[in-house]
């Protein structure tokens, strides 16, 4: 990323306080595409008896992933918020290990942008999660 775009994305990731508490790390950010890592975490946890990380974390660093793949698309530039978002829960995550997402902007009219995106642990032939959403375009 370049010095701006690093800018945007740190203050992006800063302004969101259940990205902090959720431990979430942005890795990329740009030309509609993001990437967001979050480590495991025993507070995270939604099966003691399994120890898989718990559906609600997952869905929120899908949905903070895709809003930075919206926010960082050249025809949006600006703020946005979840419309809608649609989420396929594959399997559990390995418990002990980092889950990432990866999203992509693949269009933007006047007032949305459709994202889709993918959770995965350490094994990224089987995602963990899929997403499909739509944003707001800021000024749209």
């Known amino acids: 990323m370049d010095d701006r775009k690093t800018r945007i994305a740190q ?4 302004a969101l306080p259940h990205a902090k508490a959720l431990g979430m790390r942005l890795v990329s950010m740009g030309d509609g595409r ?3 890592e979050m480590d495991y ?3 995270l946890v939604g099966d003691p008896e399994t120890g898989v990380i718990h559906g609600g974390a997952v869905s929120a660093l899908m949905d903070t992933c895709c809003g930075a793949a919206a926010m960082s698309h050249p025809a ?3 703020g946005t918020a979840t419309i809608d978002l649609r989420i396929d829960y594959m399997r559990g995550a390995v418990p002990g290990q980092a889950i990432r997402a990866e999203a992509e902007c693949y269009h933007v009219t006047r007032s949305v942008a459709f994202v889709r995106a993918r959770a995965m ?3 990224e032939d089987r995602p963990v999660a899929t ?4 944003f ?3 000024g749209g």
Do not use: K, L, N
């Open 136 to 138: 707001t375009v800021e």
């Open 41 to 43: 975490a025993p507070h």
């Open 131 to 134: 997403a499909t959403g739509t």
């Open 76 to 78: 949006s530039p600006g």
């Open 34 to 36: 993001a990437r967001i």
């Open 121 to 123: 642990d350490d094994d």
């Open 11 to 14: 203050q992006f990731m800063a």
